[in-house]
């Protein structure tokens, strides 16, 4: 069985012993990989940079206007995924 086949909660199993760069990059060998992991790679930067300089809310917010400059339909899709909901207000 060829790696992308194996079930996607196995993929996120192997996922979580990988540090973000490997994460990445794994998520790169493969296009099939990369739907795999799009969501989970994308969870764990939101929650580092949210750690590191801003909360949720603001993180948030500068990924949705990033996916509207660079007109990314995929980042906008796992945003509108999430169970949290994006406030705009005063932007």
Not at 43 to 60: F, G, P, W
Request: aromatic share 10%; charged share 20%; net charge negative.
């Amino acid at each position: 069985m060829a790696l992308p086949q194996l079930p996607p909660e196995l993929l996120q199993h192997i996922g979580k012993y990988l540090d973000n760069q490997d994460l990445s990059s794994f998520s790169l060998s493969n296009r099939q990989l990369h739907w795999r992991l799009f969501y989970p790679l994308f969870d764990r930067a939101i929650a580092k940079q949210s750690e590191s300089s801003q909360n949720d809310d603001e993180c948030l917010v500068s990924l949705f206007f990033h996916a509207v400059k660079h007109n990314s339909t995929h980042i906008a899709q796992y945003l509108n995924d999430r169970d949290d909901r994006i406030n705009l207000n005063g932007y």
